[in-house]
């Protein structure tokens, strides 16, 4: 499956931002995705997931009440609503998708198999 992740740009503390990611393929049954992201000089590190078939959602905990992972399956799209964004959330955001994956490596990069171009999202203070 291949992965167009769209949606980043600047925007000021306090603000919001909505992130896509569409499949090449349908994903809702066969497919965790997940949104990773990669700051300067940082390691790439989770965001949110969205398991496959039930959907149920994950966050780190940087970023839960504040960002919302969502799935469309008609649109085979996967969303991140990112609100109330802080300066330390610029970074590169990834959407990652994996079809093996176990529940106690949602979290982790090498778990996935597919992953889109990175968006670059920018918060000034």
């Known amino acids: 499956v291949q992965l167009q992740a769209s949606g980043g740009g600047l925007v000021q503390a306090g603000g919001s931002l909505r992130l896509s990611c569409t499949a090449s393929?349908?994903?809702?049954?066969?497919?965790?995705m997940s949104w990773f992201r990669q700051g300067p000089g940082k390691e790439r590190e989770f965001v949110a997931a969205?398991?496959?078939?039930?959907?149920?959602?994950y966050y780190a905990d940087s970023v839960k009440g504040r960002f919302t992972i969502s799935r469309d399956n008609a649109k085979n799209t996967v969303y991140l609503q990112m609100n109330n964004l802080k300066p330390e959330d610029t970074a590169f955001y990834y959407c990652?998708?994996?079809?093996?994956?176990?529940?106690?490596?949602?979290?982790?990069?090498?778990?996935?198999?597919?992953w889109g171009q990175g968006t670059l999202v920018t918060v000034s203070s």
């Open positions: 990652a998708g994996g079809r093996t994956l176990i529940m106690s490596t949602i979290r982790d990069v090498a778990a996935y198999a597919h």
């Open positions: 393929e349908r994903t809702s049954s066969s497919y965790t």
């Open positions: 969205a398991w496959r078939n039930t959907g149920a959602t």
